[in-house]
T-cell receptor, first 114, second 111 residues
């Protein structure tokens, strides 16, 4: 069964450093998403991406965040200057047309900012 | 903005028991998802529902659109069912196709 692949599985970074989280969505999917889950809290939407542009973003997704699909297969989330409160599990997901047939999630990247 | 509430937050059962987890939401949706999250964090999709009932093995999911309520049932529960079960809804209309998540229900099934 097709999978969404995320790398790395764990990342530890110092406060103020830039991190890039990588995702390889399912190849024939059109919509790509990033969600995050702070430890002990619910999963929260960050951003959705379609047709090489952001289609929707949450209040969390401020100027320190950016997304890119650099080469037609990878989908990346960049956090420019990490803060302690960015420590969370970050999930990538992909779907077909507007999620009408469901979503497939990656296994997540656990980001720890120290 | 859709609010998704799940109950109970925590559930402990003995192996073989029938389990019910409930989910309610505040605004009309196009679909409701039940997801499973194991320790270590990966999220797996169990069901997507827009009406009625679906069954997969020992898992059954139902939805009542008028009452804005869904239930996930597990028959003959087993310790390997221990996980967090999450309800998430997809909005209706416009570009609102992101998922809004509930807080999850931590299920522990003891042998």
């Amino acid at each position: 069964e097709p999978e969404v692949t995320q790398t790395p599985s764990h990342q530890v970074t110092q406060m103020g450093q830039e991190v890039i989280l990588r995702c390889v969505p399912i190849s024939n999917h059109l919509y790509f998403y990033w969600y995050r889950q702070i430890l002990g809290q619910k999963v929260e939407f960050l951003v959705s991406f379609y047709n090489n542009e952001i289609s929707e973003k949450s209040e969390i997704f401020d100027d320190q965040f950016s997304v890119e699909r650099p080469d037609g297969s990878n989908f990346t989330l960049k956090i420019r200057s990490t803060k302690l409160e960015d420590s969370a599990m970050y999930f990538c997901a992909s779907s077909g047309w507007q999620g009408a047939n469901g979503y497939t999630f990656g296994s997540g990247t656990r980001l720890t900012v120290v | 903005k859709n609010e998704v509430e799940q109950s109970p937050q925590n559930l402990t059962a003995q192996e073989g028991e029938f389990i019910t987890i409930n989910c309610s939401y505040s605004v009309g949706i196009s679909a409701l998802h039940w997801l499973q999250q194991h320790p270590g964090g990966g999220i797996v999709s169990l069901f997507m529902l827009s009406s009625g009932k679906k069954k997969h093995g020992r898992l059954i999911a139902t939805i009542n659109i008028q009452e804005k309520h869904s239930s996930l049932h597990i028959t003959a529960s087993h310790p390997r069912d221990s996980a967090v079960y999450i309800c998430a809804v997809r909005g209706s209309g416009g570009s609102n196709y992101k998922l809004t998540f509930g807080k999850g229900t931590l299920l522990t099934v003891n042998p």
